[in-house]
C-alpha cells in the first residue's frame, strides 16, 4: 500500500486514481504524518461477505421442533 501526502494527491489526483483503479492497489493519504484518507478501487469494496451467501436456499420440510428420534431412543431422558 502507497503512501500519498496530501499535496502530492491534490497535485496528482487524476493519476493517482486511475493508478488505484488499474493496480486494485489501495493508497493511503497522509497530511504531516497522519492518515487523512484511504482510496480503495471500486472492485476491492464491492466484494460480500461470504457471511449469508446460503440465505434463501433452504426449505423446512416438516416437523422442526420434535425429536428426529423417539424418547426411548434418548438414554438421557429414559431416567
Same mark, same amino acid.
Given at each position: 500500500?502507497?503512501?500519498?501526502?496530501?499535496?502530492?494527491?491534490?497535485?496528482?489526483?487524476?493519476?493517482?486514481?486511475?493508478?488505484?483503479?488499474?493496480?486494485?492497489?489501495?493508497? /493511503?493519504?497522509?497530511?504531516?504524518? =497522519?492518515?487523512?484518507? =484511504?482510496?480503495?478501487?471500486?472492485? /476491492?469494496?464491492?466484494?460480500?461477505?461470504?457471511?449469508?451467501?446460503?440465505?434463501?436456499?433452504?426449505?423446512?420440510?416438516?416437523?422442526?421442533?420434535?425429536?428426529?428420534?423417539?424418547?426411548?431412543?434418548?438414554?438421557? /431422558?429414559?431416567?
Amino acid at each position: 500500500m502507497e503512501i500519498i501526502s496530501i499535496s502530492r494527491f491534490q497535485k496528482n489526483c487524476n493519476a493517482i486514481l486511475e493508478k488505484v483503479n488499474q493496480s486494485d492497489e489501495s493508497v /493511503l493519504i497522509s497530511r504531516k504524518g =497522519k492518515f487523512l484518507a =484511504k482510496i480503495v478501487p471500486l472492485s /476491492l469494496s464491492e466484494k460480500k461477505s461470504w457471511l449469508g451467501c446460503m440465505a434463501g436456499t433452504g426449505r423446512i420440510v416438516g416437523d422442526i421442533i420434535s425429536p428426529a428420534e423417539d424418547v426411548s431412543v434418548w438414554e438421557v /431422558l429414559a431416567q
